[in-house]
């Protein structure tokens, strides 16, 4: 029933453990595998909602599971934030704390079979979802620095139901499964039956409709990726470690191939915009070209400037600390939330200071005279997003330099910026 073989050297198992039909099967078949073959260290792990008064007793039939078994068992309590579904707030807690858990290479297995698989088609296509919500649960993706492993995706709930009574295994019935005021259960209990009385095979049909629809993805997803790859070439200021995309280059592209191509880049990124949401692109895309729109999604922004758009989340969005002072030049200076500095030219001396734009600011050029520093960032293409967390460095009142800009000043100072690595980091 399961092939293991691609995971025998990761260098611990988990089993997402609910005590319910489905994780109590694969719990038992990962236990049996483990004790016959080389496998790596097995753990059953628990996660606690604490929505229901019943759950509170879960935790300990699952754990006398895994002592029979002898599997090392773990509860995680998890606290549910109240949003517009509950389902999916529990599974946003659950996995999150999922992703903590896993070392780098680990892995997690979840109980999903044939049978969720078809009903997450229909409840999707009954949302009205994309080519990305309706294809099919993958067998395997990425979870934090592990993988997340579906091993049942093959197997039905009936072919589950024949194993756990054949090897006379034990296991709790969640009472909110019966509610069929949950989207989900309607399905399960009242859609699925009928279906079934007029086509039989209704679920491992459905089932395999979502796998050609997660082919198709993939034929797509490789368009995306080419796509991207003309929008990526030539792109400025390396140091920032923020990536961006040719405007010019996804303009060319007809607007079912930009989306695809954004809904691929959003996918490392950020939580997908829904259909009402992507009118936020057509006004970035198209507004005049001195404009500077934004572009807010779930998990940052995305910005317009200079022919590029620009994806800004984490502390970029944060302001920094407005003044540090420099009291020993020869050495880095740490910026609190903003990464650090160094001074690669020019003298080094007292009263120096790094501090950010608060607008206004002028620089002394040899054979230029006083710039606006304004006009000096646009000359150098800096997108608005940088210029509020650009170091600059001063002595008293005089701007001496720019941070990662050569502008060369009558002392030659040269002052380098490391952004933080979350700041670097994509969300």
Not at 250 to 258: E, F, G, H, I, V
Not at 280 to 288: H, T
Request: charged share 20%; glycine share 8%.
């Amino acid at each position: 029933m399961l092939n293991l073989t691609p995971w025998l050297n990761a260098p611990a198992w988990y089993v997402a453990f609910s005590g319910g039909l489905d994780s109590t099967v694969l719990l038992h078949l990962l236990a049996d595998y483990a004790r016959t073959h080389r496998a790596p260290p097995l753990h059953a792990v628990h996660i606690h909602h604490g929505l229901q008064a019943a759950a509170d007793a879960w935790p300990e039939h699952c754990r006398s599971v895994c002592d029979a078994l002898g599997v090392e068992f773990d509860v995680i309590r998890v606290r549910v934030i109240p949003g517009a579904s509950l389902e999916q707030a529990a599974r946003d807690a659950r996995y999150a704390a999922f992703e903590k858990l896993l070392v780098p290479g680990a892995v997690l297995f979840t109980g999903q079979h044939r049978d969720d698989q078809a009903e997450t088609l229909l409840f999707r296509l009954l949302r009205g979802a994309g080519l990305r919500g309706l294809s099919a649960m993958p067998q395997t993706r990425a979870l934090g620095l592990g993988s997340l492993v579906r091993p049942l995706l093959k197997t039905s709930r009936q072919q589950l139901q024949a194993y756990a009574d054949a090897h006379g295994l034990s296991w709790v019935e969640d009472p909110s499964n019966a509610d069929s005021a949950f989207a989900r259960n309607y399905l399960r209990g009242e859609v699925f039956p009928l279906l079934r009385q007029r086509w039989p095979q209704a679920e491992a049909n459905l089932a395999r409709s979502a796998e050609h629809l997660g082919e198709a993805l993939g034929l797509l997803e490789e368009l995306a990726e080419t796509d991207l790859m003309a929008a990526s070439v030539d792109a400025p200021l390396p140091w920032l470690g923020v990536e961006s995309l040719n405007l010019d280059a996804l303009k060319a592209l007809s607007p079912a191939r930009q989306r695809n191509a954004l809904l691929y880049w959003f996918s490392q990124r950020t939580r997908l915009p829904d259909t009402r949401h992507w009118a936020g692109w057509s006004d970035l895309r198209d507004a005049a070209a001195d404009a500077q729109p934004v572009w807010r999604l779930t998990d940052g922004e995305l910005h317009r400037s200079h022919g590029r758009i620009w994806w800004v989340s984490a502390a970029w969005l944060d302001a920094p600390h407005a003044v540090q002072p420099w009291h020993d030049p020869s050495q880095p200076l740490h910026l609190p939330g903003n990464g650090h500095v160094w001074l690669g030219g020019g003298q080094g001396g007292e009263g120096l200071r790094i501090a950010y734009r608060q607008g206004g600011e002028v620089m002394q050029l040899p054979g230029r005279g006083r710039r606006d520093l304004k006009r000096l960032l646009n000359e150098a293409q800096i997108p608005q997003f940088v210029r509020a967390r650009l170091p600059l460095l001063y002595r008293g009142e005089q701007l001496l330099a720019v941070a990662n800009l050569s502008w060369s000043t009558e002392q030659d100072y040269q002052l380098h910026w490391q952004p933080a690595t979350r700041v670097q980091g994509l969300s």
